[in-house]
């Protein structure tokens, strides 16, 4: 379980930041910034983990306790279709961060970023490999990160049906594949991506080389 550690050993303002969506066809990525000014309440330092080992009714629990925390401070980010296509996945995350930081009501003096690599934040970065395991403000971000993306989906799913992406959150799910077989792409896909023309050019099966990344539901 994610614990304060990295937290508690800075003493000052320390953001944790993840960002949720590299892996899918289709939609943004999206990344949060979480700071506990104050330290992390009982309820959520018992229940905050990986967002993609809870439940979803949790993660939307959990969600919730974070923004009725007074001293949860909370920024949200996130980089478009066209920003992906235009930057690499890699880099459109790494926008999404730095728009998820400077969008917290106070500016963190360290961030801990989840994974090997972070963008320029304008004060000290550290990256942590499985920070989401790791750090309770890591976790928080990638739950509020998990949580904003998938009712984004969802609200895209209402116009774009034949995906499914209200459960598979734009990954690459056999309905997904075979709807883009059948329906094409969208304006939400990401059409740059190597699966994403070959399904469409039907040079592989639409069932082949399944997402690592489980759906939402």
């Known amino acids: 379980m994610p614990d304060y550690t990295l937290e ?3 003493g000052g303002l320390v953001a944790g930041v993840d960002e949720v969506g ?10 949060a910034a979480v700071i506990f000014s104050s330290g992390v309440p009982d309820v959520l ?27 949860a401070l909370i920024g949200v980010g996130a980089a478009s279709v066209a920003e992906i296509e235009q930057h690499n996945i890699l880099r459109a995350s790494w926008i999404a961060m730095q728009r998820a ?12 970023v989840d994974g090997n690599a972070a963008p320029a934040f ?11 395991a790791i ?39 056999a309905i ?3 709807a883009l077989m059948a329906d094409g ?13 070959r399904i469409v050019q039907a040079s592989v099966s639409p069932f082949s080389h399944p997402s690592a990344e489980q759906p939402s539901c």
């Not at 330092?45 to 001293?71: G, V």
């Not at 304008?122 to 990256?127: S, T, V, W």
């Open 8 to 10: 508690d050993a800075h």
């Open 22 to 31: 590299r892996g899918p066809l289709a939609g943004p990525v999206v990344a």
């Open 45 to 71: 330092a018992e229940r905050l983990d990986d967002s993609k080992k809870l439940r979803p009714a949790m993660r939307q629990k959990l969600y919730d306790i974070l923004h009725a925390t007074p001293d």
């Open 101 to 112: 930081v400077l969008r917290l009501p106070r500016q963190p003096e360290l961030v801990l």
């Open 122 to 132: 304008g004060c000290p970065a550290q990256c942590v490999v499985g920070g989401d």
């Open 135 to 173: 750090s309770l403000s890591i976790s928080a971000a990638s739950v509020v990160a998990k949580v904003v993306r998938d009712r984004l989906m969802t609200r895209l799913a209402r116009r774009w049906p034949s995906y499914g992406w209200d459960c598979n959150a734009g990954y690459g799910t």
């Open 176 to 178: 997904h594949r075979a």
């Open 185 to 197: 792409v969208s304006p939400h896909h990401r059409a740059a991506f190597g699966t994403v023309r």
